[in-house]
């Protein structure tokens, strides 16, 4: 551990006499780290703590206003999210949820170890979260590719084409109830397309278009859209159950606005995690001063918890 | 409040007291330590940042102030009389004029008043009344600076490309849809909210971390409370009007539905989500200014302040307020009765915390001993200017005669007493008061007085027209207007132009003393926070010796030297 020799120095520079877990200076001598203008190194790293917490609530305001758009839109158009929610996967969501949540661990742990001045740790969790945060951002990737994929863009981009209108969709659901309640021998094709589950999957050009019905050879029609317009695919993966509400680009519009702001978030704190990295390698960190850790572990866990707000806001809504 | 009231000058002392050494510089002011540029460009003292801030502040008010002049002028006739040299047709003289009053608003909102006595005065002198030598995030304060700048270079930017018409407000759906440079100024007013926030982060830890010993919260002067309470406003408010902006900003670029109808958006949610910031941005505006008038008042009657705690919660109270109020500028955008109701009622409630403020002055000024110099006068044109202000905020509150009153010129004047005859008229006093103290110059008393009086005069002759034209129905932001409306405009405009040439000779008289004024005694005036307990100018780290928690409104042990023109602290026994 020949990285803790520089900041156990430092500490003895500063007279520091203080080791309680959560330590730090209790001002005897001038700690290399001390600004001028504070008089001991408690007041300066009370000062820092004081500053990043109100930065901390400046941030929950910043997402107050996405929040406050989602909940007027979701009380004045709750079909929107019922619609909407569909097409985000809750398996990456609860991934992502999952990567967050140990990264706040590695966080903390990153916290734990500069208070111990251990640099070999501190780096190793410190690149622990980074990953995480990279995983996180992986994923969200992997998700708007797809959303792009299928034309879910916010706003006046918005180009996603539902299949199914509403008046097909009420023929569409009539001809199910009827599969349902008789047992006809109809052709596979036909059945797999109404099943709402898979549909997406099996749509191909070339299907047969006997036996289909008019749904069917309006999908069949849009498979066709597909080879003359590249960019506008119209083969979800998942398909919402009913039709395509008005505005429904509304709902991508908070979507985007939401985690594109947290990725952005996600983003500033991976370079933080870079800083940090950096300033550990010089040594720096130590019982006697470990303020940048420490903040930067709180701005983390911020970042962690909207996103566990975000999870069920947007994936889990009904 | 029982001691008798003190004056310095006539103080009989029975026995010779011992005066302390006279505070003498023995070194550098923090003007004069270093001189290169880069030194002013990358400096973390908080007195050079206070300067820098001060004199694009100061840019700015001059910038807007012209524009003003323009909308004045334009007024003196319903007849298109300057907009023609700008624009030819009509409508495009009527979208110049549209242009003038949202430049001119936004301009003294988000880049003059807002930062006014905040970031400039506040950031000059809260470190020196709280004895410290600077304020908790230097770094963070310069990067504040720089912000504001950003957002200057945005503003300018949106000046010289053909402007915004908007209004400052931004109302959807308009500016979703206006072919001015909304984006700019949104992203000018984005940059400003994060200035506007740093600096208000700062000023709460500074205040909470860097008390001296012995400084509890109600030895604080009461400065320090205004700017408290500001800061909480600001750091509470403004990220607010960040999303906002970038709502409407990503509204004209994609289109993503939240405030145009036309792509299922609510305007209306425009205006809550715009003034949940605005109000209390109002109330960032006034609060400080009111912290500068307990001062003044105070110092100039050298009496001590009556009321001392009441005076710092009411602070406390307007910004909490502030959070509470702002359905009342919506109560004729189709808000529900039931909010428009509660909305009022608490509107109402801020007159209370005002009024004890009030109050509290006049209690403070009764059987002082005033001395009726340049700042005392601003500060007396404050209460006057500030009661008018807030009274006609109480009529606009009311639901029946907002509805009359909605969009009139009663609006327009109501406003300009609270934001100008109030917010700027202290800003300027502040301005005098700590003059000597930022230059180590006094300037000319007797022009002061002249100056101070053509401002109040002007001021009351532009808008008291107004008042009368709005409750006749003269609706605002128009560019013409019914022939009997003449009349009001022209006394208005005239009005403008008495006011023009006060701040006029204000900006001569101040640079003047910058080059011939008297040098500037430690104590010109008598106060007894830490900052008058220091050189004039301060050396760089704020005092030669740190200074022990004075009481800041004991002015019994301070004597006037007619000599040095200093007041000096008599040693208690």
Known sequence: ?318 | MSQPPMDAHSDPQALAPPVAAPVEATGPSYLTVTKTISSWAFTLDHKRIGVMYLIGVLFMFLIGGVIAMLIRTELFSPLALITPLFADTVEAQADMYNKWFTTHGAIMVFLVIIPGVPAALGNFVLPLLLGAKDVAFPKLNLGSFYLWLTGAVFFLYVLFTGGLDTGWTFYTPYSAESGTAVIPALMGVFVLGFSSIFTGLNFIVTIHKMRPPGMTWFKMPLFLWATYATAVMQVLATPVIGITVLLLILERTLGIGIFDPRNGGDPVLFQHFFWFYSHPAVYIMIVPPMGIVSELIAVHSHKRIFGYTYIAFSSVAIAIFSFLVWGHHMFTSGQSTTMNIIFSGITFTVGLPSAIKIFNWIATMYKGAITLNTAMLYGISFIFLFTIGGLTGLFLAVLSIDTHLHDTYFVVAHFHYVMMGSGLVAFIGGLHHWWPKMTGKMFSEYWGRIACGLVFVGFNITFIPQFVMGSLGMPRRYYTYADKFEGYHQLSTMGSYIMAVGFFLIAYYLIQSLVSGKKAPANPWGGNSLEWHTTSPPPLLNFHEVPDATDPYDFENLEYDPVTGNYETIKSA
């Open chain 1, 1 to 318: 551990m020949s990285g803790d020799a520089q900041p156990q120095e430092a500490n003895q520079q500063t007279g520091h006499d203080d080791d309680h877990a959560g330590g730090h200076e209790d001002g005897h001598g001038h700690s290399p780290y001390q600004a001028h203008h504070f008089d001991t190194m408690k007041q300066q790293f009370e000062a820092g703590k004081l500053g990043m917490w109100l930065f901390l609530a400046t941030e929950v305001l910043l997402f107050g206003g996405l929040f406050c758009f989602y909940v007027v839109t979701k009380s004045n158009n709750p079909e929107l999210f019922k619609w909407g929610h569909h097409f985000l996967d809750k398996r990456w969501g609860a991934t992502n949820t999952m990567v967050l949540l140990f990264s706040s661990l590695t966080m903390a742990l990153a916290v734990r170890e500069a208070q111990l001045g251990r640099k070999k740790r501190i780096l190793f969790f410190l690149g622990m979260t980074f990953l995480c945060g990279g995983a996180f951002m992986g994923i969200k990737y992997i998700e708007y590719s797809k959303k792009f994929h299928e034309g879910l863009f916010p706003g006046q981009y918005f180009v996603y084409e539902n299949i199914i209108d509403s008046e097909e969709a009420r023929v569409h659901q009539q001809e199910e109830d009827l599969l349902a309640h008789t047992d006809l021998d109809l052709p596979v094709a036909s059945v797999v397309i109404t099943d709402p589950k898979t549909r997406g999957q099996v749509l191909q050009p070339g299907l047969p278009p006997s036996g289909l019905s008019s749904s069917a050879r309006e999908i069949e029609h849009g498979a066709d859209d597909e080879v003359h317009t590249p960019g506008l695919v119209i083969a979800p993966s998942h398909l919402p159950p009913g039709p395509r509400p008005a505005n429904a680009h509304v709902f991508f519009s908070i979507y985007f606005c939401l985690t594109g702001l947290h990725g952005i978030h996600v983003l500033i704190g991976m370079a933080v995690m870079v800083w940090l990295a950096v300033l550990a390698w010089q040594g720096r960190f130590g019982p006697g001063y470990f303020t940048p850790v420490d903040l930067g572990g709180l701005y983390w866990h911020l970042v962690d918890l909207i996103w566990i707000y975000l999870f069920p806001l947007l994936y889990l809504v009904e």
